[in-house]
């Protein structure tokens, strides 16, 4: 591949609204697209079947939690294209509401995952993101919800426009750690460890957004975080009203945002509009 060449990428991306990101996008985006997941075989299985639809993704393992395996990708992408055009952060987890994990595991586990696993992926991949690029954070109204859920003072903080990373990087470990001395409840946190790491997302995608801006802000690269909806998948359950194509669609016209666009950047998309949070 010559550095010339555009590419897009999808983390997660073998099931669920990642694959059907990914099959959108070898559809739509002019250029590669590079399917992602942590199991080879389940990825390389989820290439076969877009191939098998007259589609032509490639593969690179991905395991979001290795930050080794995040900076191998992050080589392949400099060494094949010169950099990145799009980046769609899909990967992630939640535990089922009737898992008996205690709390405090689940919380540990899930931001882990969804919030500083993707961070990393964001601060390994953000620099190599060519001018026009594009970033779309995976993220969700629950986060939204369970930001409604802190107390006063959680709920200024997390709105803070001057709020750092590294402030934001500290709440996070604070639930953890809240939730660790079983005091989460008492320090104004809400019971849901999901929504809290998607919180984080969300506030993370504004961030990043202002950090493009100070930094690069010729290059005219839009960052945001989304909700797809609820959709039927492994993760969402077998009750949500959206199949994964319906969840793809807000993550894809973000991510083909056309290049002379100087917005959506910085916010909370669904259903292709804008969310006050």
Known sequence: MSSCSRV????GANKGIGFAIARDLCR???????????DEARGRAAVQQLQAEGLSPRFHLLDIDDLQSIRALRDFL???YGGL???VNNAGIAFKPDDPTPFDVQAEVTLKTNFFATRNVCIELLPIIKPHGRVVNISSLEGSKALENCSADLQK??????????????????FVEDTNNEVHEREGWPNSAYGVSKLGVTV???????????????????????????VK?????????RTVEEGAETPVYLALLP??????????????VVQNW
Do not use: Y
């Open 8 to 11: 897009a990428l999808v983390t």
């Open 28 to 38: 739509q985006f002019s250029g590669d697209v590079v399917l992602t997941a942590r």
């Open 78 to 80: 400099r060494k094949e």
């Open 85 to 87: 055009n799009v980046l």
């Open 157 to 174: 903080k997390f709105r803070c426009e001057t709020l750092t990373e590294e402030d934001l990087v500290d709440l996070m470990k604070k």
């Open 204 to 230: 993370l995608s504004r961030i990043l957004a202002q950090h493009l801006d100070e930094k690069r802000k010729a290059d005219r690269i839009l960052l945001n975080a989304c909700c797809p909806g609820w």
């Open 233 to 241: 998948t492994d993760m969402g359950g077998p009750h949500g009203p």
């Open 259 to 272: 290049p002379d666009a100087t917005e959506p950047h910085g916010q909370l998309v669904h259903d292709k």
